[in-house]
Each structure stands twice: as structure tokens, then as C-alpha cells.
């Protein structure tokens, strides 16, 4: 067989005989850094208390039904790795973020989210992981009125400059959309909040939204609360300068059939989705309406507010699951609820490429093309077949080799 390289084609891992696996879960969150996947969390209520590959977690009689995990999967060798996590870990574990910090290399931020029971648990603290050793501290933030509130199911995002801006969520009881922002490149962070309660434009509060910044200004797609969803024909949008809401017109795509979507071009409304974004691309995939679960993905272009539907569906529909981008343009999906009737969860994981990547990174996937089991190859054999020494150092990501 030849390789090819195909925008939008399914793959999923061949996953290295003898490597462990996550427990299917629902309500973690993934990113990516350098070539690996970084899960967090996570829930599910069908694992047993006494469940054989769990009784040597050292947090699992405390936890359960939620998982106080960090997994790596290396995107290279398709090998998960369970890391041992230790410091100052949050109990929020389900419906919380996880982003990089933007100068600080392999540093992952979690913030908010819930413990269980859902609602009762919740932090407004930013807890940075060092992924490389696994440990876990409390980011120190200078005290301020502008504190955002103990939520869970909200969303954030980082823009160019640093500054990581939250929106919305829930205690389990209320919903809210105040907007906070804390600069993270500042020697003394502190939070900001850049709402007014008075502002007569102010979306529906709602949880489990998505967010994307975009030339100054945040756009909220989605979401809900228990009983309700949100469409995307108009995006509340806020001002990050003037501190206003308002509301931006998108327009529906005209290649779409009637039995797409809503009907109209445009996404289903839903809540519990996954979002990534790059530059002025947007892309929402699959969630959940109160009813269906979706397997779509859509592609809204901030630059003329244009939508179009991705000719591609998850292998499988699924909502509460992880997704993330990585620095060449690879959507990773993994886990979610996939059977609303059976209340089951899945640890599927599976990537499409969404943008065309460097020659160098197409070079590296036909290299893996043909050489399957690379992951095998011990070092030596690498570099004498002319791997490169940053690939062989990802491939092994610091463990010893598959093998």
C-alpha cells in the first residue's frame, strides 16, 4: 500500500500490545502539548468499587465514581501512559478546563469543574500540573473583587496575548454568564471581571457552552442548562475593549441538505460538545440536545461568520467528551457518553487531520505508515534508519521503548 495523506479521514490508534488503557469516562477534558495528549478526570458511574485495574489507584476509594487521573497518550507510539500525580490535586474532576499555559512549557492550567456530588465540590482555583513530573500546585493569584465564582461546566480560552478569559457555568442549582479574564503572563496575576449585570444584552446563563476568541472579542456557541440548549443562527458575542454583549449573525451553509443539521444550515443546538479553534477557524463536534446525541462536526470561519459542515462523522455519536487541536492541525477526540439509553461511556480515541500539516510532519506519518510497530524499534535502530532525534525522543516520550 502507498500512503496518502487525506484531510478528514478517520484514524484510530493501533494501540501497542501490553499498553494500558483508560477506563471509559465522560466529563474530562484533553490538550495537547508536543506531540502527546494530556487527559484529565473524568466520570463514570458503571465502574465498581472493587474493579481489579483499579484497586492499586491510590485515589479511587475516594473518588469513584470519578476519576482523579492524568493519562498521556503519545500520538506517535499510540501508547497511553498512566501518570503518577501527587501535590496539590484538585477534587474538581468532572466538567472543569484544561488548557497549556501559553509561556510556561508543559504546563497544564485545570480550572473549575465539580466533585461529587456534582455542585457540592467546586473551586475557582487554577491548579497547574507539571506534566512531566506529575505534580500538581495551586497557582498563586493576587486577591481581587473580580474573582470569578465557583462554577462548574463553564468555558475558557487564552488569546495571543497570554490572557485566559472565563465564561459562564453553574453551581448545580443556578446558571450565570459573568465574563472574568486573568492575565497569566503578569508577575502577580489577579482576576478581572468584565461583565455588568446591567447589560441588557446579556445571553441566557448556561453551562457546558463553548468559547472562542477572535480579534478582541469572545463568542459563546452553544450550550445550556439541564432542560435547554442553545442554537448557533446568532453567537453572543462580548467585547473585550467596550464590555458589552451583543449579537453577530452568521450565515448558514447552502450545500447542506434539508435533513442536516437544523434543518436550515446550521448546527443542531446542543450542549456538552467539544470545540477547537485555530486562528479564525472554528469547529464544534458532536454533543447532545436534551434527546440525540450528534457525530457532526461544523466549521464556523470567525473572519466572515460563514458556517459549513464538515464532510466527515465521529466513528461514534458522543457528548461530555474531550477534544483538542494540536500544534499542526490534528483533532484528537476521546472518550463521552455514546448510549443514552445504557448510560455507557466510552475510551475510544480518534484524530482526523483538519488543515494540512508542515511536509515534515507528512513525512513522519508515512514513516509510521510503513513501519507500523516503529514503537518497537529500539534507538540505535532509529537513528540509524535517519529518524530524526526529536522524533525518537516523542516516540519514547523519556519511557522505554514498546518492546
Known sequence: KIYKFCLFRTEGPDLCEGSPIPKARSGHRIASYNGKIYSFGGFNPKILEEDEEMLEDPFWNESRPLFKELWEYNLSSCTWRKIDVKGTIPNQLASHTAIFHPSQSGRLLVYGGTGNPFGSVTSSAIHVCDVNTG????????????????????SITIDETGCLYTVGGTTGFQYFMDVNVIDLNSCEPSWQRLNSTADPSEPFPRYRHEIAVYKGKIYLLGGGTSTSVCGFQTIPTFSIDENFWYATKTSHDRNVTIDEGDGNGYPDARRCHGLVQSGSQVWIVGGYDGQDIFNDIWNLDLANFSWKKIDLDLPKPVYFHGVTLTEEGRLVVFGGVDCIQNNTRTNDIYSFWLKVPSLRSMAWEAVKFYIPKIN?????????IGVPMDYITTLSGGQALCG
Request: proline share 7%; aromatic share 6%.
Open 135 to 154: 505534580i500538581f500546585t495551586k497557582l498563586n493569584t493576587a486577591s481581587s473583587t473580580g474573582d470569578p465564582m465557583a462554577l462548574y461546566g463553564q
Open 376 to 384: 518497537r524499534l529500539p534507538k540505535g535502530k532509529l537513528r540509524e
